[in-house]
């Protein structure tokens, strides 16, 4: 109850300030690390939007769409907490997806196990045993 109370005091200023329900948010480069995981990229993709914040169980989600509702029900059904809506421009959002996909891209080729050159690093260190190298002369500094 408390949480709709203040979700309509944000609409409503919202409102009195931009004449729009949706407020804007100008300066969109990252999403917080905690905030990353709770919608799929798939998702954000499709719906081009991003959950970039909380405050009282509620969700601050970018959007590009200011006129689509059923987009907040369908997020708040996904999420299963209430949704604030901010709006952001397209190109910003595109650019942060972009960034996540490139993210993703990168996870994925670092976990993807055994890569060519670890296997040949691995026949080195059991190839060439470590008695074989001889020791350096002189002081090593």
């Known amino acids: ?3 709709a109370c203040i979700m309509g005091k944000i609409q409503d200023t919202a409102r009195s300030v ?3 329900p949706i407020p804007q948010f100008r300066d969109l480069r990252r999403i917080p690390t905690r905030y ?3 919608l799929p990229l798939s998702v954000m993709e499709r719906y081009r939007c991003a959950v970039i914040g909380s405050a009282q169980g509620v ?7 200011r006129r689509d509702t059923s987009l907040i029900e369908t997020l708040a059904r ?3 907490h ?3 809506p901010v709006w952001v421009k397209p190109t910003g959002m595109n650019l942060l997806i972009q960034r996540i996909e490139r993210w ?3 996870k994925d080729e670092m976990l993807r196990w055994p890569h060519p050159l670890n296997l040949i690093q691995i026949h080195i260190i059991v190839v060439v045993p ?3 190298i001889p020791p350096l002369k002189g002081p090593c500094f």
Do not use: K, S, W
């Open 36 to 38: 990353q995981h709770i």
């Open 104 to 106: 993703e891209h990168r």
């Open 1 to 3: 109850m408390r949480t």
């Open 18 to 20: 931009h004449d729009n």
């Open 59 to 65: 969700l601050t989600v970018a959007i590009i769409n």
């Open 82 to 84: 209430p949704i604030f």
């Open 78 to 80: 996904l999420t299963g």
């Open 130 to 132: 470590i008695y074989q």
